[in-house]
Each structure stands twice: as structure tokens, then as C-alpha cells.
């Protein structure tokens, strides 16, 4: 009988699936409900981030027998980051440049208000919101993609290092229990 070697890409891929649908779920939820960005309500979208990361962690473990080392619990973490960060750029991306492009103008309009009290002049500030309304899909894309993995990376730290449980000479794997209590 030949063991099955658990495959920490499949498990991190279910999960950062999961986590860009709730984060587009929730996306349009401030989006419908007209909630400021700048609020602290923003920070709602780092809780699915984090749970679904530690659950990651936690399936691989389960197929692994309950025992993990730092390593194997760091690496579907960091998996799930970078294909969450990835799949969540893209949604990004699609959002502020074909989606929702109203989203990009209220920001820039935001960002051109914060300039103006920096004390930018006004040729400054438009040169900077043409830039922004060039650029804006794609940077916020880009940006959103390595935030989520250097994030992810920081939670994926903390999480290997709490569901971390290495085998002692004492924990047998389950095929190969002794048979009697003397062995």
C-alpha cells in the first residue's frame, strides 16, 4: 500500500479561492453600502485573510497525522498568500479599471483633497490624478498582490509557529504501532 503524500499547492489553492470570492463579497458591500474605505471598517477584510490562512495551515496538518514541523506549516501558508495575492490583484485590477471605475475617481478625488493640504500646487495635483487615472488599475493591482503576500507571510509565521507539533522518538506513525505495550 503506497501513502499518499499530502500537496500543500491544493490545499492553499482551495483557500485563497475562498478568500478572493469573500473578499469580493465584501469589496462590494462597502462598495453597495457606500462605506469609506478610510474608515476603520477597512479592517474587516484582514479577518477572513487570516482565518482561512490558519485553516490552510491547519488541513495540511490534519493530512500530515497531526504532526507538522515550522517548515511544512510556513509552506501552505505562504502558498495561500501568493495565490490570494495574485488572484486578488487581478480582481483588483478588473475592478478599478472595468468594474467599478467610479471607485478609482472617489479615491483620487480623496487623494487630490490630501495633496492640495500638503500644499501641491494645482498643476502638480492634476499631473498626479492623470498619472493616477493611467495607472491607478494597474498599480492598485500590483500593490494589492505584494502587500497580500508580504502580509500573508507575517501571518503564516505566526501560524506555523503555533500549530507546530513535531514527532517525538514516543509518537509512532499509525502503521507502525507496536503490538504490545512492552516493545
Same mark, same amino acid.
Given at each position: ?44 477584510? +484582514? ?12 488541513? +495540511? ?16 501558508g505562504f502558498r495561500y498568500a501568493l495565490f490570494g495575492g495574485l488572484l486578488l490583484g487581478v480582481?483588483?485590477?478588473? +475592478?478599478?479599471? +472595468? ?67 513535531e514527532r517525538t522518538a514516543y509518537d509512532f506513525p499509525d502503521d507502525t504501532q507496536p503490538t504490545?505495550?512492552?516493545?
Amino acid at each position: 500500500m503506497e501513502t499518499v503524500t499530502p500537496n500543500p499547492t491544493k490545499i492553499a489553492t482551495k483557500w485563497a479561492l475562498i478568500y478572493v470570492l469573500v473578499s469580493i463579497v465584501i469589496t462590494y458591500t462597502f462598495q453597495f453600502l457606500d462605506i469609506d474605505q478610510n474608515s476603520g471598517a477597512k479592517w474587516i477584510g +484582514y479577518l477572513p485573510f487570516i482565518a482561512f490562512c490558519f485553516l490552510a495551515q491547519k488541513e +495540511y496538518k490534519e493530512q500530515l497525522g497531526g504532526f507538522i514541523t515550522f517548515g511544512q506549516a510556513f509552506n501552505p501558508g505562504f502558498r495561500y498568500a501568493l495565490f490570494g495575492g495574485l488572484l486578488l490583484g487581478v480582481f483588483v485590477f478588473i +475592478y478599478l479599471g +472595468y468594474l467599478s471605475p467610479e471607485m478609482l475617481v472617489k479615491g483620487m478625488e480623496q487623494q487630490e483633497s490630501q495633496m492640495a493640504e500638503k500644499g501641491m500646487s494645482q498643476e502638480q495635483i492634476d499631473k498626479a490624478i492623470e498619472m493616477g487615472k493611467k495607472l491607478g488599475p494597474m498599480l492598485g493591482g500590483v500593490f494589492t498582490a505584494l502587500s497580500t503576500l508580504i502580509f500573508g507571510c507575517i501571518v503564516s509565521l505566526v501560524g506555523a509557529a503555533i500549530l507546530k507539533k513535531e514527532r517525538t522518538a514516543y509518537d509512532f506513525p499509525d502503521d507502525t504501532q507496536p503490538t504490545e505495550p512492552t516493545v
